[in-house]
């Protein structure tokens, strides 16, 4: 099976513009998440989608946005961009194995703002 | 909220030499368990994961943990390792049921030749 993809793989944009992310994953996953990477913070979540739906949700502004669409196929959105988004942001898909779900990462997009 | 403690942030080891590398998390409930390693230049792959049952897991590339659920704790474990094993190698955690992982801050492994 093909791994979980994420495009672009690399991005730059500069302050205050907006940024959307998109993420393929694994085939038969139906839960996405989302996280952030940065050297200060490590890896941190953003959120889950699931049947198009967001599961749950981590400490984030609401410039940080996503949705999930019907082929489970997700994108995040992050709006008037600050220095600080600078990460790589990592996309995971799932799927439920008894009692816990596994996910497996992409590449990552990283996204540089000037 | 759950978190996890990785006190060693950078190991430097001999090829052959023996790996243990802690992690330990807080949390009440009931958890699920995984390391994941990030190679040079790689995304994130998993390395094992426990769910339930034996404490004692196995994974891939000759690499072990133990979950000690009384020192929430569940280290990982290689008896020998290779100049390939150099990475960075990230414990996470979530709660059983949700399925937003809560990450350390990393260790990294350098071994050398």
């Known amino acids: 099976k093909a791994g979980v993809t994420q495009t672009p793989r690399y991005l730059i944009k500069t302050r205050g513009q907006q940024v959307t992310l998109s993420c393929s994953p694994i085939?038969?996953?139906?839960?996405v998440s989302w996280y952030q990477q940065t050297p200060g913070q490590g890896l941190q979540f953003l959120f889950e989608?699931?049947?198009?739906?967001?599961?749950n949700k981590g400490n984030f502004p609401g410039r940080f946005s996503g949705r999930q669409f019907s082929n489970s196929r997700s994108e995040m959105n992050v709006s008037t961009l600050e220095l600080g988004d600078s990460a790589l942001y990592l996309c995971a898909s799932s799927f439920r194995q008894g009692a816990g779900e596994t996910q497996y990462f992409g590449p990552g997009t990283r996204l540089l703002v000037l | 909220a759950q978190s996890v403690s990785q006190h060693n942030h950078h190991v430097i080891l001999s090829e052959a030499a023996s790996l243990e590398l802690g992690c330990n998390y807080s949390y009440g409930g009931t958890v699920n368990l995984f390391w994941y390693v990030q190679y040079p230049g790689q995304h994130l792959q998993l390395l094992l994961k426990?769910?339930?049952?034996?404490?004692l897991v196995k994974g891939i590339k000759g690499f072990e943990a133990e979950f000690i659920k009384s020192k929430f704790s569940f280290n990982l474990r290689k008896p020998s390792v290779q100049w390939s094993d150099t990475a960075e190698y990230f414990c996470?955690?979530?709660?059983?049921?949700?399925?937003?992982?809560?990450f350390g801050t990393g260790t990294r492994l350098t071994v050398i030749p």
């Open positions: 996470a955690v979530n709660a059983y049921g949700a399925n937003n992982l809560f």
């Open positions: 426990y769910f339930s049952g034996d404490p």
């Open positions: 989608y699931f049947s198009e739906t967001q599961r």
């Open positions: 085939s038969g996953h139906r839960s």
